[in-house]
């Protein structure tokens, strides 16, 4: 089989090498990739957003599977045009993959089903989102519409900072177009669980739980970040917790879309806050989370491609998923600065047996040297019996892996520890 997978981060180098455990996987393409998977993948230079130029390398080398990972071209209709030219694919098509590309749409198909999340009022004019925040319980948070590269979402701690979010997003269009419509919504406290789960419309499977460290610095401090870091499981995602989540979130998420003729079809990402209220929805995404895919599938046991494959023909109810009974931990390795700028072009040296515990996100090949080129350059995962046991595997992972000004959090991990000792 020829597989093609879209997108060029550390998720779909997961991804990839999972699909390489099928003895049926002779070729994987990936679009446009980067140098660190050159050995798990042919990378081949065409964009992520380049849909024509996707579904024409598709046709053209007889693709027989695509996976579409990332977020924009799920909602561009990637697998929509793929679709049309015969080609099976993972991920949904445009109209489900709304649920992650307007928040509007996710919140008003919340209400309307009755799922539970944040109170939220919905303004598509300044003066009047103004007027509404000279009363607005504080902290508030304030989300644009659209697609805004992770940094959409301002959780604004005084009336002055909501002011000034509401104004850069509809007026001065920091996001572009994705600031016309915002969301201003309930604060809500509590531990964060990201859950993903396969669907193919008729039923889903809620896969390992996990918990991301977003912040750049430890201790949850500094900017926001695509993720610096994950484990699995989430401590504080008991049973009980999963119990109620499926019967009250999942499930009617899944029906809701069905409903609303938008059948969704691939991996489905629940951004969970578990308040003192129940477990309430943060955020959908339409794709697999990144870092989180880098500890979930590895506990992954069954075969991905024939999860994925059963996902688009419509038969996972007879699919047996199942996931080890370990715990993981992923680190990333970023540039110094990131989020904000950071220097690149520096050589990365990986011990050739930590080959298959690294997923690169951000680096190029260049005359046979693999070189820093990007804010996120890699994640380290491992497995282990414990949590304890993951994450210190990790981190003398870590510490044999060098390029020049490297970072990384020391705790990742560190809260999960605490919660899973005092049994919260
Ligand atoms: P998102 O981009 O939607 O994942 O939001 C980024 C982060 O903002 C989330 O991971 C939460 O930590 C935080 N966040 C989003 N919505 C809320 C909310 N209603 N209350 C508290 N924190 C939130
Ligand atoms: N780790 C969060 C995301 O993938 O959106």
Do not use: W
Request: aromatic share 8%; glycine share 10%; charged share 25%.
């Amino acid at each position: 089989m020829k597989v093609m997978v879209i997108g060029g981060g550390g998720r779909e180098h997961a991804i990839i090498k999972k699909i390489k455990e099928n003895q049926s996987v002779k070729t994987i393409y990936a679009l446009p990739g980067n140098g660190g998977m050159a050995s798990d993948a042919v990378c081949v230079d065409i964009g992520a957003k380049d849909i024509p130029a996707i579904v024409e390398f598709a046709v053209l080398n007889k693709i027989d599977y695509a996976i579409v990972a990332p977020d924009d071209p799920l909602v561009l209709g990637c697998v929509d045009a793929l679709e049309e030219k015969g080609i099976p694919c993972f991920g949904p098509r445009a109209n489900a993959a709304i649920i992650e590309g307007s928040k509007v749409f996710s919140k008003n198909l919340m209400k309307r089903y009755g799922i539970p999340t944040a109170r939220y009022e919905v303004f598509d004019d300044l003066s009047n989102a103004l007027e509404y925040l000279k009363t607005a319980p504080i902290p508030t948070v304030i989300k644009a519409d659209g697609l805004a590269l992770g940094k959409g979402v301002i959780i604004a701690t005084t009336r002055e900072e909501a002011f000034d979010a509401v104004t850069a997003m509809m007026q001065d269009k920091v996001f572009g177009k994705s600031g016309d419509h915002i969301v201003i919504e309930e604060f809500l406290e509590g531990p964060e669980v990201s859950v993903l789960a396969f669907t193919d419309g008729k039923v889903c499977v809620p896969m390992v739980s996990s918990m991301d460290h977003k912040r750049a610095f430890d201790g949850d401090l500094g900017l926001n970040t695509g993720g610096m870091g994950t484990v699995a499981p989430n401590p504080y995602y008991t049973e009980d917790i999963a119990k109620v989540c499926y019967e009250t979130i999942f499930m009617p998420t899944v029906r809701a879309m069905n409903q609303e003729g938008r059948t969704f079809k691939g991996c489905l990402y629940f951004g969970l806050m578990l308040t003192a209220n129940g477990p309430k929805v943060i955020e959908y995404n339409c794709r697999f989370g990144d870092p989180e895919t880098q500890v979930v599938l590895p506990l992954l046991e069954s075969d991905l491609l024939t999860v994925m494959q059963a996902v688009t023909n419509g038969t996972l109810a007879e699919c047996n998923v199942k996931f080890k009974d370990e715990a993981a931990c992923c680190v990333i390795m970023a540039s110094n600065g990131y989020p904000s700028s950071y220097e690149k072009g520096f050589e990365i040296s990986i011990p050739e047996d930590l080959a298959e515990s690294v997923y690169v996100a951000g680096a190029t090949l260049k005359d046979g040297k693999l070189l820093t080129n990007g804010g996120r350059v890699l994640g380290v995962t491992s497995t282990d019996k414990t949590l304890c046991g993951a994450i210190e595997k990790s981190y003398a992972k870590v510490r044999r892996i060098e390029f020049k000004n490297a970072f990384y959090r020391r705790d990742i991990g560190q809260r999960a520890l605490q919660a899973s000792k005092k049994g919260e």
